[in-house]
């Protein structure tokens, strides 16, 4: 598996936006399929995003419905890295976002789940202010 560490979290008032970025380590980034998930205190970890491993320079990606519009997954396996732009923020988005790899998984993300990844970054603080 992978090494993976998250960056780009901090605090920031309702309505701005932030991009967290996940730099992985290893030779075969584009094999991996890439999600964020997201816990809040005394919450379960949840599903944020995902973007499939890349095949044919073509990439899927899935959203928490409740997300949708707001946050954008992508990555760039040049330079091994995914990245979440998150826009128009809610102190409801206030979490922990942590960024998940594995190379096991097909293209059906939609319905992803922490225990479908076998690699996990140490997680960035995200706190949205109202």
């Known amino acids: 598996q992978v090494q993976l560490v998250e960056s780009g979290g901090g605090l920031v008032q309702a309505g701005d936006s932030l991009r967290l970025s996940c730099a992985a380590s290893?030779?075969?980034?584009?094999?991996?399929?890439m999600a964020w998930f997201r816990q809040a205190p005394g919450k379960e970890r949840e599903f944020v995003a995902a973007?499939?491993?890349?095949?044919?320079?073509?990439?899927?990606?899935y959203y928490a419905d409740s997300l949708k519009g707001r946050f954008t997954i992508s990555r760039d396996d040049a330079r091994k890295t995914a990245a979440l732009q998150m826009n128009s923020l809610k102190p409801e988005d206030t979490a922990v976002y942590y960024c998940?790899?594995?190379?096991?998984?097909?293209?059906?993300?939609?319905?992803?789940?922490?225990?479908?990844?076998?690699?996990w970054g140490q997680g960035t603080q995200v706190t949205v202010s109202s």
């Open positions: 998940a790899a594995d190379r096991r998984l097909g293209t059906q993300l939609a319905a992803a789940k922490p225990a479908d990844f076998g690699s």
């Open positions: 290893g030779r075969t980034f584009s094999d991996y399929a």
């Open positions: 973007i499939t491993r890349t095949a044919r320079k073509t990439n899927y990606v």
